[in-house]
Each structure stands twice: as structure tokens, then as C-alpha cells.
């Protein structure tokens, strides 16, 4: 059976529009702008073999943005710095069904959407530099500053640092060691979703990990062969994960 189209399962449609811009500048800077639009659709059935307690599911959701970087490029390596602007908004949600596996009488569960209707906002900086110290000795370091504005009206924000130690002995080894955080907001479908079995919580906190790396690279005389060995160390703060119907809150 069929309801609008959909059949059980979930489809997804996804349209993205975007211009890129580059100049000089002079003094070895070059700047770059990036502005975009995003728009998907999901849709689908949620129910079993019989269509008994089918569920019909669908939202549409769109976000504007702007990325604007600037890279001085100089003897001993490069600076890059810029800034992110995004808005995210959710246009239009269904969450309709009967309990009797009808789809040619389906009404509104409990008069509720599937998703909240509302929109977020969220604002970033960052920088990167790589410099090369000596032929064998080379850092890059950067940081991003993120700052979201949630539907709710809470503000969260967040400082992730990275810092990266490269060695190179000569032109066969190449050793790596990297510290670095990365942050993301708990996701909006976990958020404000009325589904019972992935159901959240409007106050879930943002996700944030953080990561320890060497990486130790073998590289042929004559560059055909490589190997790596790579260790690594990860610390995962309020992350959301799921798997089927379940979900877990770590």
C-alpha cells in the first residue's frame, strides 16, 4: 500500500545550490566566499508486513549559509582564517495514522507533527596555520569557535582547539602527532521528534569528542609503496547514538 506516493520504508530527496568566489589580494593573501542553500525532503511508512498501526512520516527542512576564509600564503608556510554563518529552518511536518493499518482514513496521531516546526541559527570562526620550522619539523595549529542558537532559545557554544606535531627525518618516514576537539549540536530530529521508539529530549547537550593521534608512514624511494600505522585515543562527551528502533544517551 501506498499513502501520497509513499510506500513503506524512507525516501529522500535533496537539493543544494551554491556560488563559489576567489581573488587576490595581494601581499599573498587570496580570499574565498561561499555562499549556499540546501533544501531535503523525507518521506515515507512506518509500519509492519499487515500495515497494522501504520504510521505516515514526512518533513521538509532547508538552510541558508555563508562561508567566507581568507590564506595568506608566506616562506615558511600558510595562515588561513574565516568565518561560517548558517540558518536552519524546518518548513513543514507530517506525522499522521490511524492504528488500524488504513491508510485511506488516516488523521493526525495525538494532533501532533512529526518534527516541531521552529528554526536555529548558528555562527563559527577559525584559523589555521602551518609553519615549517626546520625541513624536518612542522606544526599546524588552528581553532574553531561555535556558537548555536536553538529553537528553544538556548545558546551553547564551544572552543575546539587542534594542534598537529609532524616530523619528517628524511624522505622515506613521515611521523604525525595530532590532538584535536570537534563539536556538534545534538541533532534536531532527537531534539523535537514526537516518534515514541526515538524519542529525546529538547534539552539533549551538544556532542563534543576529542581525539589523540600518531601516525606513523612508510613511504618507498620510488613513492609506489606506502604504509601506515596509525593509534589513536577518542573521548566522546554526550553523544547520541542509535541503532534501529533504540537509542542510547552516553
Do not use: C
Amino acid at each position: 500500500k501506498t499513502y501520497h506516493m509513499f510506500g513503506p520504508g524512507l525516501a529522500q530527496s535533496q537539493e543544494h545550490l551554491g556560488v563559489k568566489y576567489d581573488r587576490s589580494l595581494g601581499a599573498n593573501w587570496s580570499i574565498e566566499a561561499n555562499p549556499y542553500y540546501d533544501s531535503s525532503e523525507v518521506g515515507g511508512i512506518l509500519s509492519n508486513s499487515t500495515m497494522a498501526n501504520a504510521q505516515v512520516i514526512n518533513w521538509e527542512d532547508q538552510d541558508v549559509g555563508l562561508t567566507v576564509q581568507g590564506n595568506k600564503k608566506y616562506s615558511k608556510g600558510n595562515l588561513l582564517v574565516g568565518a561560517q554563518l548558517e540558518t536552519y529552518k524546518l518548513i513543514d511536518s507530517t506525522l499522521v495514522g490511524d492504528g488500524a493499518g488504513n491508510p485511506d482514513t488516516i488523521q493526525y496521531s495525538n494532533g501532533q507533527p512529526l518534527l516541531e516546526l521552529g528554526g536555529e541559527s548558528s555562527s563559527s570562526a577559525f584559523f589555521q596555520e602551518k609553519h615549517r620550522f626546520t625541513n624536518e619539523w612542522i606544526v599546524n595549529a588552528g581553532a574553531r569557535y561555535d556558537y548555536k542558537v536553538r529553537k528553544s532559545g538556548t545558546n551553547y557554544d564551544n572552543l575546539s582547539p587542534r594542534l598537529a606535531l609532524i616530523y619528517l627525518p628524511n624522505s622515506t618516514w613521515e611521523n604525525k602527532l595530532v590532538y584535536s576537539q570537534s563539536f556538534e549540536d545534538a541533532p534536531y530530529w532527537y531534539r523535537y521528534n514526537h516518534l515514541k521508539l526515538f524519542a529525546g529530549s529538547s534539552a539533549l547537550n551538544p556532542e563534543v569528542l576529542s581525539a589523540i593521534q600518531y601516525q606513523n608512514v612508510w613511504k618507498s624511494a620510488d613513492k609506489t609503496k606506502r604504509n601506515a600505522v596509525t593509534l589513536y585515543y577518542q573521548n566522546a562527551k554526550n553523544l547520541v547514538t542509535a541503532t534501529g528502533a533504540a537509542r542510547s544517551f552516553i
